[in-house]
């Protein structure tokens, strides 16, 4: 077969191939492995680079060679774990950098992007080693542009400097003492070579190799994953620094936890990875037993391929919609920034409600928000442009809070899909109601417009009421002045406050005594919404689940909810 030009299509085949290559022979590069360190982890680490950049991008099938390189790039530097794997994944990226744009690629252009981006390698590691996958990456591109000056077929180009690579790797025991003194050559050029010949494999007859999960299996044995089946939410990571703690008691806490549980020991430091839906206890379990240094969370329903829609929905997470029914009804929820002592966590993914009511009723620990910025936005906008032909945005009132202006600025700069911002003027369930009734219209087929519209239209009929236990919160966010907040608290002063018709927050009146709230809210509900009209309610509470039982009852009696 001859290949003169290369295209998306082809490219992500040979890629996805190439990683099932390599990741079949994970155990015999474990086997191999006594440079840097003689751990036996060199395969481990490039089968999970490879298996995780690749099932983040395995579902692109629409975009040009160069997007899609891209893509792979940003993907394994995200994924890459061990001295290999970041090399390997730095090659890719400088190698996306050199493809640029392009839809299609020659066998030149291919070549002299692999040899400029092992020269960009080179230069950005400050102790490049030969005898390891430098060399023999090196080698693989040199060959392949000379032998691209001669021939115009890719597929000649791969055979040719196939053969280099398999050369030079072959050499490396003379160029790094411990591989001659073990009899082995250097396991991350071997798992590049397997890389390759996936990938020639792939070019030359078409197949397509997938990386699934279990060809993954006890990766060493301090390594032990589960077959993910896709029961659990969220990839959850974290290295931690714990004295005295041994692998196999720390997996055996986390196991019931969720599944795809990998833990790796080196001394004191511990790397976790487990798919859960729990993220936020794990990150407890691990911050009791030692000093958590890094820690990362993804979607994994997010990024998995969806039936397309035409308008996905996207909200943060003050709506304080049930995790559940966002995903029910594909919501995507990017979180808020909670802040404890300085440490800055997400919303409902690494810290829960429950630890974030435990820290404000001690008192003892210092608890800010922050918006989430325009990137958190971007990153739900990439997951959601994966399914939807467009995307709304519903967000807490901007007179509230900088996340409609940071959900702007993002969409202003994602240009993939026509996005349309929405300030809900509004917050709570009140954002969640919005959320629900944008999802409902998206179901029923309503394009990107109608829906924004439809929600315009409907926030100006939203009838929001909350009251405080205190006004401590109220004084500190400068809402409230430091001497009325003391005065209302000394004289038992409940507030009852909603929000005016541009989302700012307004007192609609107060009572004296947290009894008399009740009949409060149950009066300004009678006189203000019309009995014989149909409404959505949402009752929300924070650390009050004993209070809201009579205003459900009430909703339900008088306005037949």
């Given at each position: 077969?001859?290949l003169?030009?290369?295209d998306s299509?082809?490219?992500?085949n040979?890629?996805l191939?190439?990683a099932?290559?390599?990741?079949?022979?994970?155990?015999?590069l474990?086997s191999?492995?006594?440079?840097?360190?003689?751990?036996?982890?060199?395969?481990?680490?490039?089968?999970?680079?490879?298996?995780?950049?690749?099932?983040?991008?395995?579902?692109?099938?629409r975009?040009?060679?160069?997007?899609?390189?891209?893509r792979?790039a940003?993907?394994?530097?995200?994924?890459?774990?061990?001295n290999?794997?970041?090399?390997?994944s730095q090659?890719?990226?400088?190698f996306?950098?050199?493809?640029?744009d392009?839809a299609?690629?020659?066998?030149?252009?291919?070549?002299?992007a692999?040899?400029?981006?092992?020269d960009?390698?080179?230069?950005?590691?400050e102790d490049?080693?030969?005898?390891?996958?430098?060399?023999?990456i090196?080698?693989v591109?040199?060959?392949?542009?000379?032998?691209a000056?001669?021939t115009?077929?890719?597929?000649?180009v791969?055979?040719?400097?196939l053969?280099?690579?398999?050369?030079?790797l072959?050499?490396?025991p003379?160029?790094?003492?411990?591989?001659?003194?073990?009899?082995?050559?250097?396991?991350?050029?071997?798992g590049?070579?397997?890389?390759i010949?996936g990938?020639?494999d792939?070019?030359?007859?078409?197949?397509?190799?997938?990386?699934?999960?279990?060809?993954?299996?006890?990766?060493?044995?301090r390594v032990e994953?589960?077959?993910y089946?896709?029961?659990?939410?969220y990839?959850?990571?974290?290295?931690?620094?714990a004295?005295?703690?041994?692998?196999?008691?720390?997996r055996?806490i986390?196991?019931?936890?969720?599944?795809?549980?990998i833990?790796?020991g080196?001394?004191?430091?511990?790397?976790?990875?487990i798919?859960t839906n729990?993220p936020?206890?794990v990150?407890?379990?691990?911050r009791e037993?030692g000093r958590v240094l890094k820690?990362?969370?993804?979607?994994?329903?997010?990024?998995?391929?969806l039936?397309?829609a035409?308008v996905g929905?996207?909200?943060?997470?003050?709506?304080?919609?049930?995790?559940?029914?966002a995903?029910?009804?594909?919501?995507?929820?990017v979180?808020?920034?909670?802040?404890?002592?300085?440490?800055?966590?997400d919303d409902?993914?690494?810290v829960?409600?429950?630890?974030i009511?435990?820290?404000l009723?001690?008192?003892?620990?210092?608890?800010?928000t922050s918006?989430?910025?325009p990137?958190?936005?971007?990153?739900?906008?990439?997951?959601?442009s994966r399914w939807?032909?467009?995307?709304?945005?519903?967000t807490?009132?901007?007179?509230?809070?900088?996340?409609?202006r940071?959900?702007q600025i993002?969409?202003?700069?994602?240009?993939?899909?026509?996005?349309?911002?929405?300030?809900?003027?509004?917050?709570?369930?009140?954002i969640?109601?919005?959320?629900?009734?944008a999802?409902?219209?998206?179901?029923?087929?309503?394009?990107?417009e109608?829906?924004?519209?439809?929600?315009?239209a409907?926030?100006n009929?939203?009838?929001?009421?909350f009251?405080?236990?205190?006004f401590?919160?109220?004084?500190?966010?400068?809402?409230?002045?430091?001497?009325?907040?003391?005065?209302a608290?000394?004289?038992?002063?409940?507030?009852i406050?909603?929000?005016d018709s541009e989302?700012?927050?307004?007192?609609?009146?107060?009572?004296?005594?947290?009894?008399?709230?009740?009949?409060?809210f149950?009066?300004?509900?009678?006189e203000?919404?019309?009995?014989?009209a149909?409404?959505?309610?949402?009752v929300?509470?924070?650390g009050?689940?004993g209070?809201?039982d009579?205003l459900?009852e009430?909703?339900?009696?008088?306005?037949n909810?």
């Amino acid at each position: 077969m001859v290949l003169k030009l290369l295209d998306s299509e082809k490219f992500r085949n040979a890629i996805l191939t190439g990683a099932s290559r390599l990741i079949k022979n994970v155990k015999k590069l474990n086997s191999i492995n006594v440079f840097p360190v003689p751990d036996g982890d060199t395969g481990t680490n490039l089968a999970l680079t490879l298996k995780e950049a690749t099932r983040r991008i395995k579902d692109y099938t629409r975009l040009g060679i160069g997007a899609f390189a891209r893509r792979l790039a940003d993907a394994l530097v995200l994924e890459a774990k061990g001295n290999s794997g970041v090399i390997f994944s730095q090659f890719l990226l400088e190698f996306a950098d050199r493809i640029g744009d392009k839809a299609r690629m020659s066998s030149i252009e291919f070549a002299r992007a692999m040899r400029e981006a092992i020269d960009a390698t080179y230069n950005a590691l400050e102790d490049p080693r030969e005898g390891t996958i430098l060399t023999v990456i090196r080698e693989v591109a040199l060959e392949a542009e000379r032998a691209a000056e001669e021939t115009d077929d890719l597929v000649e180009v791969l055979e040719r400097s196939l053969r280099k690579g398999k050369e030079a790797l072959e050499k490396t025991p003379e160029l790094l003492p411990e591989l001659k003194a073990a009899g082995v050559v250097d396991a991350g050029g071997l798992g590049f070579i397997l890389f390759i010949e996936g990938m020639l494999d792939s070019l030359k007859s078409g197949i397509l190799e997938l990386p699934y999960d279990e060809e993954v299996e006890a990766l060493s044995e301090r390594v032990e994953e589960a077959e993910y089946r896709g029961e659990h939410r969220y990839c959850t990571e974290a290295v931690v620094e714990a004295e005295g703690l041994e692998s196999r008691k720390l997996r055996k806490i986390l196991a019931a936890l969720g599944g795809s549980l990998i833990v790796i020991g080196a001394g004191k430091l511990f790397h976790v990875h487990i798919h859960t839906n729990w993220p936020h206890k794990v990150f407890e379990i691990l911050r009791e037993r030692g000093r958590v240094l890094k820690e990362k969370v993804d979607d994994l329903f997010a990024m998995s391929k969806l039936e397309e829609a035409e308008v996905g929905i996207v909200t943060d997470s003050t709506c304080d919609l049930p995790p559940e029914l966002a995903r029910e009804r594909r919501i995507t929820v990017v979180p808020i920034k909670v802040v404890i002592d300085g440490r800055s966590y997400d919303d409902g993914v690494d810290v829960s409600r429950d630890r974030i009511s435990q820290v404000l009723r001690e008192g003892r620990a210092e608890l800010t928000t922050s918006l989430p910025g325009p990137n958190d936005f971007m990153v739900a906008f990439e997951e959601v442009s994966r399914w939807a032909r467009s995307i709304l945005v519903i967000t807490i009132s901007g007179a509230l809070s900088g996340t409609f202006r940071s959900a702007q600025i993002a969409a202003k700069a994602f240009d993939r899909v026509p996005i349309r911002v929405v300030d809900s003027r509004s917050a709570s369930l009140g954002i969640g109601l919005l959320a629900l009734r944008a999802a409902e219209l998206a179901e029923r087929g309503l394009r990107l417009e109608e829906i924004a519209d439809e929600l315009e239209a409907l926030r100006n009929k939203t009838f929001f009421l909350f009251t405080v236990g205190d006004f401590r919160y109220l004084v500190r966010s400068g809402r409230v002045s430091k001497v009325q907040g003391r005065l209302a608290d000394f004289l038992g002063l409940k507030p009852i406050l909603t929000l005016d018709s541009e989302g700012r927050i307004r007192k609609k009146t107060g009572v004296f005594g947290e009894s008399r709230v009740l009949s409060k809210f149950r009066k300004l509900l009678s006189e203000n919404l019309d009995k014989a009209a149909t409404y959505d309610f949402a009752v929300v509470h924070f650390g009050a689940a004993g209070k809201i039982d009579p205003l459900q009852e009430f909703l339900e009696e008088a306005f037949n909810a």
